[in-house]
């Protein structure tokens, strides 16, 4: 998608530290960082958001489930424990377009999930 920052990365027109790859999504870490760890698990297809997943897409979000435990477990902190959001759409606060999914860990988080 034209002008959409996160298919620049999957696309390797704009640089980021990269975590993990594989056909259907990437994990890169976050620019500015909520988290001692703080990656973005993303589906190369571009979908803007959890709402506009079509049922024949749903799988994407199982395989990111996985992509995101074996993060976790490779880069040690599966154990310790970790967060994941997903913001969709105006009121979430959602500034990328292209569905994503926040990897938050490296340290205690807050009780709270909404600011
Ligand atoms: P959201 O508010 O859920 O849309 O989150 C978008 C996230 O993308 C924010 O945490 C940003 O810091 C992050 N972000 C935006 N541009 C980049 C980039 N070029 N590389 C890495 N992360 C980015």
């Known amino acids: 998608m034209e002008n959409c920052i996160f298919c620049k990365i999957i696309n390797k027109e704009v640089p980021s530290?990269?975590?993990?790859?594989?056909?259907k999504v990437i994990a890169f870490n976050d620019v500015?960082?909520?988290?001692p760890i703080h990656i973005l698990v993303v589906p190369k297809k571009?979908?803007?958001?959890?709402?506009?997943?079509?049922?024949?897409?749903?799988?994407i979000v199982a395989h990111i489930y996985k992509v995101i435990n074996k993060i976790a477990k490779d880069q040690g902190f599966?154990?310790?424990?970790?967060?994941?959001?997903?913001n969709c759409g105006k009121d979430s606060g959602q500034e990328v377009m292209h569905l994503h999914f926040h990897?938050?860990?490296?340290?205690?988080?807050?009780?709270?999930?909404?600011?």
């Open 103 to 115: 990897i938050l860990a490296g340290k205690t988080l807050g009780p709270k999930i909404v600011g």
């Open 46 to 59: 571009h979908v803007e958001k959890v709402l506009d997943l079509k049922d024949e897409e749903m799988e």
């Open 32 to 35: 500015n960082p909520a988290a």
């Open 17 to 23: 530290t990269i975590v993990y790859e594989d056909e």
């Open 78 to 86: 599966a154990e310790k424990g970790f967060r994941v959001i997903t």
